[in-house]
């Protein structure tokens, strides 16, 4: 069954929603039971309003804490009782590779977006993406989804991330301070906040292309406003990987 989004309704006492339907507590026993199934959850959103609301308040946050507990847990550590681009936002780079369209973030290449089962997002890993004099940052960064065989283009790798307080982070400062411009159409896949490109600001070390298996050359990648971060590559065959792995 397809629903339609009804983004009028306000949950007043005259809206059909109201009519038997569960209270607040009783969803998130319901939820529970599910283990928080992100189908489902996007599935209530489209309900209306006060659905799409209470998704985004309380279950997404409640997934995404199940999803990768200890990365949640140092993601607020800094006090915050909220992330960066809101938990539906989270959820969703936890759980789908955005992929690539033609006249994109990464003009020829497409291929369309996609949920993925799991992911492993690594804070070690997230060390290598930044530059020497932002390491003190945190940067949770997944293993590259690999698309293998795409022609002329090779074997591609898409990769995403999640800085923790990026308002506050070096990375930030430095865009700034350097004069990076926000690309003028494209927008995060994540949370639709606009993006700055790493690779225009000069701020891509060696040290991805290593962590990542890929030619050196051939590493972009974009952080969000919010602080969500997406890239590509592309991959070595698999010998000269493992090479690249020792060498770093």
């Not at 309900?47 to 949640?72: G, H, I, N, Q, S």
């Not at 003190?136 to 307080?165: A, M, N, W």
Request: proline share 4%.
């Amino acid at each position: 069954m397809i629903l339609t989004k009804q983004y009028r309704c306000i949950h007043s006492a005259s809206c059909q929603c109201t009519k038997g339907h569960l209270s607040e507590d009783v969803i998130f026993l319901v939820f529970h039971y599910l283990n928080w199934n992100p189908k489902l959850i996007a599935t209530l959103s489209c309900v209306c309003k006060w659905f799409d609301d209470f998704a985004k308040r309380v279950l997404w946050k409640e997934f995404c804490r199940t999803r990768a507990p200890k990365m949640m847990l140092d993601l607020q550590s800094s006090g915050s009782h909220s992330v960066d681009g809101n938990w539906r936002a989270l959820g969703k780079l936890l759980i789908y590779c955005a992929g690539s369209k033609k006249g994109g973030l990464f003009n020829s290449i497409h291929i369309p977006g996609h949920f993925v089962y799991q992911t492993r997002f690594s804070r070690t890993s997230g060390r290598s993406f930044l530059l020497p004099q932002c390491r003190t940052d945190v940067l949770y960064v997944s293993d590259p989804c690999e698309h293998l065989d795409q022609g002329e283009e090779g074997d591609i790798g898409f990769f995403r991330g999640v800085f923790k307080s990026f308002a506050t982070s070096k990375v930030r400062k430095m865009l700034i301070r350097r004069g990076a411009k926000l690309h003028p159409t494209e927008v995060c896949p994540y949370c639709k906040a606009k993006l700055w490109s790493m690779l225009q600001a000069k701020m891509i070390p060696q040290s991805a292309s290593c962590r990542l298996g890929s030619y050196e050359d051939c590493v972009e990648y974009y952080v969000c406003l919010n602080g969500h971060m997406l890239g590509i590559c592309t991959l070595l065959p698999l010998s000269d990987s493992e090479e690249a792995s020792e060498l770093e």
